[in-house]
């Protein structure tokens, strides 16, 4: 899930930043220019992990900062497939769910993958939200926001930015992942009994590896 990604990278220094100490500020312009943001086959950065090492210093001609070169670790989030994780759902429409971890929101279940048979009850004639429902045993057990959502990652996408986007699509994700849910013991851990215990466990593990990653 989380991976340490060595970073070569050529780093001009705004003048006001040069007053700190030169570890501290290069470690908040690295913050600023990476984390939050998706690397392309490196996945989501999370945080600064270290600083290997710093060269440099040179103020070019026509600039006013110093330029370094900076070699550092960043935690990089990135799923693989084949992945079991834990997230909670975000919405629902006729295509199928949209699932967040907290700090990352670009996971979706298509239709293909929940579990069939399985129905759409839309929130009125009007709308494309509602909920999914999955029938078995003569019983409906829904997919809804009350739950922990266990699934199955299927694959892992860094789209091309586009240039131009129609003004009803959805806004663009630079990494995209694609999950499933339909296979036994995923989905809502309702649905199993004993895995809701176990997917408490889960994100408390998960919350604090997130905690370490942003220390």
């Given at each position: 899930m989380f991976y340490l990604s060595k970073i070569e990278h050529t780093l001009p220094l705004p003048a006001p930043q040069l007053a700190r100490p030169i570890q501290e500020a290069i470690h908040t312009q690295l913050e600023k220019l990476f984390l939050d943001k998706?690397?392309?086959?490196?996945?989501?950065?999370?945080?600064?992990?270290?600083?290997?090492?710093?060269?440099?210093?040179?103020?070019?001609?026509?600039e006013g900062a110093p330029t370094y070169t900076v070699v550092f670790n960043l935690i990089m989030f990135r799923p693989f497939?084949?992945?079991?994780?834990?997230?909670?759902?975000?919405?629902?429409?006729?295509d199928g769910l949209r699932l967040s971890l907290g700090f990352f929101d670009d996971i979706y279940v298509p239709l293909q993958h929940l579990p069939s048979p399985n129905e759409f009850k839309a929130?009125?004639?009007?709308?494309?939200?509602?909920?999914?429902?999955?029938?078995?045993?003569?019983?409906?057990?829904?997919i809804d926001d009350s739950d922990v959502i266990k699934f199955r990652i299927q694959n892992v996408t860094y789209p091309s930015i586009p240039l131009e986007q129609p003004k009803e699509s959805k806004p663009f994700a630079p990494m995209l992942v694609t999950g499933s849910i339909d296979y036994d013991g995923l989905g809502p851990v309702s649905w199993w009994p004993g895995q809701e215990q176990d997917a408490e466990e889960g994100e408390e593990a998960q919350e604090e590896e997130e905690a370490a990653a942003e220390e």
């Open positions: 998706v690397i392309a086959n490196l996945g989501l950065c999370v945080s600064v992990y270290d600083i290997k090492s710093i060269e440099g210093g040179f103020i070019y001609p026509g497939v084949g992945e079991i994780m834990t997230a909670k759902l975000l919405s629902s429409d006729a929130e009125s004639t009007k709308s494309t939200k509602g909920t999914w429902y999955w029938n078995y045993d003569e019983q409906s057990f829904p």
